[in-house]
DNA sequence: CCGCGAGTCTACAACGTTGTAGGATTGCCG
DNA sequence: CGGCAATCCTACAACGTTGTAGACTCGCGG
């Protein structure tokens, strides 16, 4: 079917690792052998077999992303990151969905044969949390992402969760508020996105002196739309006060967002806002949501750039790295306050 | 480094062939030969090399997804929905980011040799159109997706669109709607999902006795919530008159909607909505938005089934198939009417 | 007791590529 | 004109796997 080095090589009269070495920019080629042979390329539509070639040299050029849920924005945006990252690197990204926290799954994917075909993996872990850590000591190239477990045996990229979620919570500060409602609050989570920005929110009101009240706290089991309104319903319901609310990321304010305004209340006026992501969503919501870029390109970047190291140094002995992306706030109608 | 054949087959002491036989299910195996492979597989953690195993076989497993962008939520929902299918089918995906609309990138990629990793490949284009369907002849399996090309040379997977649209519009018109605004039309577009659907939209009028009017078509040239948004300014600003609108998909019908309320228009007292493609997002917005489902899953799963085929028979002289999903509307509060 | 088939296993070749080693040719200097 | 290095090219082996062909054992019927 498909033409091989040896159909070409008789094609051109010449051998087969000739061919080989045209294709492969080898220096010592005369000019004519050269215009042979890639005559005879074109002519037979000849094209490498990168499983041959992966097979000799024990590179597939393809590197695996595991994330949650390519449904869940926040993944998506990572993923379109990441493959954009990859091909400016010569890169394929072959994807693997580990669906929406599920930890058994996670495991699997790290133990198993299946991404056999990839060089190294970007690993983005949702349902494992810290005392996993010892399962990310695997014997291939692994990148993690995300901030469910740290200090752990893989190098490791993320957002500065803490203190761009201090940042947020410092902007509503800035705008006069001082009763500031969180949702997506995971209950006794320390390590993880949520306890993070959690503590950064708690940071922020230290600083400026107000005392934290753990009934503005909403707290959520996932970090869907269906959660943050179900969270700022039952934050209404309970009859606590608030002036501002920090959505531990936009999907979350955005259904929070939601049923503020079905009870009447008005955004920024009663209740300004915040998210968290930098979705393409909050650019044309009503209002436009103010939210934290987390420096989602930069992750992506990193993290790809990362594990290409790691896969081409063979010392595997360079200690894990930490890194961390720089955030930005994002300042949009749902927090435009005189300040 | 990594275990092969040949150390299991020494730790066992049995042939290379032994092992290969263990691996792949081998009938006549003895029992206890098998338990001792067994064994030695487990003690070296051995798995086979994919890209040996590829080249002997022909196959890799793996099956290619080229879409203009994850960022767009529909292309993020539609491969979900293909890594799914293809998951339980025992294959791995590849995602090629072709950009929004490139059709000179569309184009490279059925020729260049970039996904020759993978066995075929499940093709989404948004830049090409019908003259360009004979670019679609390549040699190797490919299924098309989407809208764009029609009566090309390869199998095909598609909605619904002028049907679906058509009951989109009917919907609208059972509520007592007569002067339906379209958002998302392309000049002069026959065959795409903006000529197809504004087909289907006619359609509807028709079997209504509702004469079309054209100054109800608002154009764009993307689909993005902007577009969206500064189409339907345009028709606020134009002076027609209306009371409903069919947004071609759920995000230019939510960026439409967002002006309609700045505009102070209530939903759906003063127009009712409806959009398409039952993304996430409309579940949760406010209000939450009508829509069609086009059938999302059945499309990546024929596709997947279809493409599998294609790989897996050698005679490829069955003519080319078109399959269309089954839609359903889905109404939500946009148009929640007494009807 | 021979022959035969089923069961169990092995040696060898091949998939298409590239690294290694070395052979042939050319050009240049002494 | 001989010698040596640079240039150009080739043969062979190897990457790890599986298909093919066949060797060997065993049990059983003739």
């Given at each position: 079917m498909a033409a091989t080095l040896k159909d070409v090589a008789l094609a051109a009269g010449v051998s087969i690792k000739t061919v080989s070495n045209v294709i492969n920019d080898y220096q010592h080629i005369r000019a004519d052998t050269k215009q042979r042979v890639m005559e005879a390329i074109d002519e037979l539509g000849y094209s490498p077999n990168l499983s041959a070639r992966s097979l000799r040299s024990g590179r597939t050029g393809v590197i695996g992303l595991a994330v949650?849920?390519?449904?869940l924005s926040y993944f998506a945006e990572l993923a379109d990151a990441v493959i954009t990252a990859a091909e400016r690197r010569g890169l394929k990204v072959l994807i693997e969905q580990t669906g929406g926290g599920d930890r058994a799954r996670e495991l699997e994917i790290l133990r198993s044969p299946r991404l056999q075909m990839t060089d190294g993996l970007l690993f983005s872990p949702l349902g494992m949390s810290n005392e996993d850590a010892h399962y990310l000591d695997v014997n291939f190239p692994l990148v993690l992402l995300g901030e469910r477990i740290f200090g752990g045996p893989t190098d490791h990229v993320t957002m500065s969760n803490v203190e761009s979620a201090r940042a947020a919570t410092a902007h509503l500060i800035s705008k006069g508020r001082r009763r500031i409602a969180v949702v997506g609050g995971h209950r006794g989570e320390v390590i993880g996105s949520a306890g993070l920005r959690l503590r950064g929110y708690q940071q922020a009101l230290e600083e400026a002196g107000i005392p934290f009240d753990p009934a503005l706290v909403g707290y959520t089991t996932f970090w869907h739309r269906a959660n943050g309104a179900t969270s700022m319903r039952e934050l209404l319901e309970s009859g606590v006060e608030f002036d501002a609310m920090f959505g531990m990321n936009d999907t979350l304010a955005l259904g929070a967002m939601r049923v503020l305004q079905e009870a009447g209340?008005?955004?920024?006026?009663d209740v300004a806002v915040i998210g968290f992501d930098?979705?393409?969503?909050g650019r044309y919501s009503l209002p436009t949501l103010s939210t934290i870029d987390p420096g989602r390109l930069e992750i992506a970047d990193t993290a790809v750039r990362v594990l290409q190291e790691r896969i081409s140094r063979r010392d595997g002995d360079v200690p894990p790295r930490e890194f961390e992306a720089r955030y930005q706030v994002i300042e949009r109608e749902s927090s435009a306050l005189p300040g």
């Amino acid at each position: 079917m498909a033409a091989t080095l040896k159909d070409v090589a008789l094609a051109a009269g010449v051998s087969i690792k000739t061919v080989s070495n045209v294709i492969n920019d080898y220096q010592h080629i005369r000019a004519d052998t050269k215009q042979r042979v890639m005559e005879a390329i074109d002519e037979l539509g000849y094209s490498p077999n990168l499983s041959a070639r992966s097979l000799r040299s024990g590179r597939t050029g393809v590197i695996g992303l595991a994330v949650p849920e390519l449904s869940l924005s926040y993944f998506a945006e990572l993923a379109d990151a990441v493959i954009t990252a990859a091909e400016r690197r010569g890169l394929k990204v072959l994807i693997e969905q580990t669906g929406g926290g599920d930890r058994a799954r996670e495991l699997e994917i790290l133990r198993s044969p299946r991404l056999q075909m990839t060089d190294g993996l970007l690993f983005s872990p949702l349902g494992m949390s810290n005392e996993d850590a010892h399962y990310l000591d695997v014997n291939f190239p692994l990148v993690l992402l995300g901030e469910r477990i740290f200090g752990g045996p893989t190098d490791h990229v993320t957002m500065s969760n803490v203190e761009s979620a201090r940042a947020a919570t410092a902007h509503l500060i800035s705008k006069g508020r001082r009763r500031i409602a969180v949702v997506g609050g995971h209950r006794g989570e320390v390590i993880g996105s949520a306890g993070l920005r959690l503590r950064g929110y708690q940071q922020a009101l230290e600083e400026a002196g107000i005392p934290f009240d753990p009934a503005l706290v909403g707290y959520t089991t996932f970090w869907h739309r269906a959660n943050g309104a179900t969270s700022m319903r039952e934050l209404l319901e309970s009859g606590v006060e608030f002036d501002a609310m920090f959505g531990m990321n936009d999907t979350l304010a955005l259904g929070a967002m939601r049923v503020l305004q079905e009870a009447g209340l008005r955004i920024p006026d009663d209740v300004a806002v915040i998210g968290f992501d930098d979705l393409d969503e909050g650019r044309y919501s009503l209002p436009t949501l103010s939210t934290i870029d987390p420096g989602r390109l930069e992750i992506a970047d990193t993290a790809v750039r990362v594990l290409q190291e790691r896969i081409s140094r063979r010392d595997g002995d360079v200690p894990p790295r930490e890194f961390e992306a720089r955030y930005q706030v994002i300042e949009r109608e749902s927090s435009a306050l005189p300040g």
